[in-house]
């Protein structure tokens, strides 16, 4: 499989502050790839500069051999690399399927350069039957049919996560990245999110994403990147992470969440 995406070299300094040091990997096309480490070990800032929010200070990130560098994140999009992010942006007073309307009319806006307005108050025709019907088929597929109709802001956090991924769905996307998706979420809900996750995968698109979650990282990635103090200190499947000395002595040295992280890490991954 070639490299979908690949992290040459990446550094960020705020001032006198390394966030990221010499970071570099890659992602193959049809992986799902984690990317773990302790609080505070750059994972967010990393996902920030693969997707243009964040400019890094030194290296190259470079989707399907593209540099994003001075890409702006819209057109990273265009490019077929989407994200979700850790906090929900739903529109809480209108409802699911308008939530993921309103992302479809924005991205046909963007892509034929009309205001947003116009797009959203067009006139209803055969464009507007297929963006309905491509609503409702997100919505089938992110589990969320039968809440279509109520408003976004009545959701449970995990189920507005959800409407979160329908519109980076939305948007055609070849890789997903996946900001701490099962936050907020129960053990079931957890298990949904990973079929979900491997549906996706199924349909041709390649997964990265950061999880704090380590039952759920080991049951659904192929491979897993962990970062300390914004360097990459072990890669490979969960069976070597999860006995890695460097991987289990990161998460030790930092307080009781990590020590409860890392003794999840050395579980045996359930099936």
């Known amino acids: 499989m070639s490299a979908i995406l690949s992290v040459e070299q990446v550094g960020v300094r705020f001032g006198g502050l390394v966030a990221i040091a010499d970071l570099h990997f890659d992602v193959r096309e049809g992986e799902i ?3 773990i480490g302790p609080n505070g070990a750059g994972k967010t800032t990393a996902f920030n500069v ?3 929010f964040l400019k890094p200070s030194q290296g190259e990130v470079r989707f399907r051999g593209t540099g994003l560098t001075d890409l702006q994140p819209h057109e990273i999009t265009r490019l077929g690399l989407a994200r979700t992010f850790q906090r929900t942006s739903v529109f809480p007073d209108d409802t699911v399927f308008d939530n993921v309307m309103i992302g479809l009319h924005r991205q046909g806006a963007q892509s034929r350069r009309a205001p947003l307005l116009d797009a959203l108050i067009g006139r209803a025709g055969a464009s507007e039957r297929r963006l309905r019907a491509r609503a409702e088929a997100l919505l089938d597929w992110v589990g969320l049919s039968e809440r279509a109709g109520e408003k976004a802001g009545a959701l449970a956090y995990g189920e507005q996560r959800l409407v979160g991924v329908a519109l980076a769905l939305a948007t055609e996307p ?6 701490e998706p099962v936050s907020g979420m129960n053990a079931s809900e957890t298990q949904v999110f990973v079929s ?3 549906q996706i995968r199924e349909r041709g698109i390649t997964v990265l994403l950061v999880e704090h979650d380590m039952p759920m990282v080991m049951e659904v990635s192929d491979r897993i990147l962990v970062l300390n103090y914004g360097r990459l200190i072990a890669e490979g499947p969960p069976d070597r992470i999860r006995s890695d000395p460097a991987v289990i002595e990161a998460y030790l040295g930092q307080g009781k969440a990590a020590r409860q992280a890392a003794a999840e890490v050395q579980e045996p991954a359930h099936a």
């Not at 070849?174 to 900001?179: I, K, N, R, V």
């Open 33 to 35: 790839v984690s990317l």
């Open 50 to 52: 693969m997707t243009g």
């Open 174 to 179: 070849a890789m997903l990245l996946l900001d």
């Open 196 to 198: 979900l996750i491997r």
